[in-house]
């Protein structure tokens, strides 16, 4: 499954929001620096959708707020 996240990074709280069946808000407190808002989104959205972090991976958009996500399903 695919989904289209939009982050906003360096927030003083996380934040998880669903827009549509396809879509995701999501808030981190990690700055956009040297991949580490890139591994908040990854571990949020895991928590998010109770999935391994292993299994959520960015597929597109590592340097941009709009990504790309793809969630790898069953075993």
């Given amino acids: 499954m695919r989904l289209t996240v939009r982050v906003t990074p360096g927030a003083k709280h996380e934040l998880v929001e669903r827009i549509d069946a396809l879509q995701l808000r999501v808030v981190v407190t990690e ?26 991976r960015i597929i597109h958009g ?7 996500i793809e969630i790898k399903e069953g075993p």
């Fill in 31 to 56: 700055p956009p620096r040297e991949g580490r808002a890139n591994a908040a989104v990854v571990r949020v959205v895991a928590q998010f959708l109770d999935v391994p972090p292993s299994a959520v």
């Fill in 62 to 68: 590592l340097t941009s707020r709009s990504k790309v």
